[in-house]
């Protein structure tokens, strides 16, 4: 028997994602920790991730890269996390 995918396990993308992302999870500017909400009166709040850039980085070999984007609506800050490769 050989086991071809192990559920418990993190595959390399997402270690990869894990150490690029280290401090994103909290705004740069204001420290909100919260995510993304809106309120009962349409504020927004909270910090939004989803987005993403993607590149192609190198000349001989190819590797593709992914940029996290992120956005705190309680003060309107932005920031990236480090490159990574998704592939």
Do not use: H
């Amino acid at each position: 028997m050989k086991i071809t995918k192990n559920p418990n396990k993190l595959s390399v993308f997402e270690r990869n994602k894990i150490k690029a992302n280290v401090g994103c999870d909290k705004c740069p500017v204001c420290g909100e920790s919260r995510t993304f909400t809106i309120s009962e009166y349409g504020k927004m709040f909270g910090i939004s991730n989803g987005l993403y850039k993607e590149f192609y980085k190198g000349f001989f070999s190819i590797k593709p890269t992914r940029i996290d984007c992120y956005r705190c609506y309680t003060c309107g800050a932005e920031w990236e996390s480090e490159p990574y490769q998704w592939n």
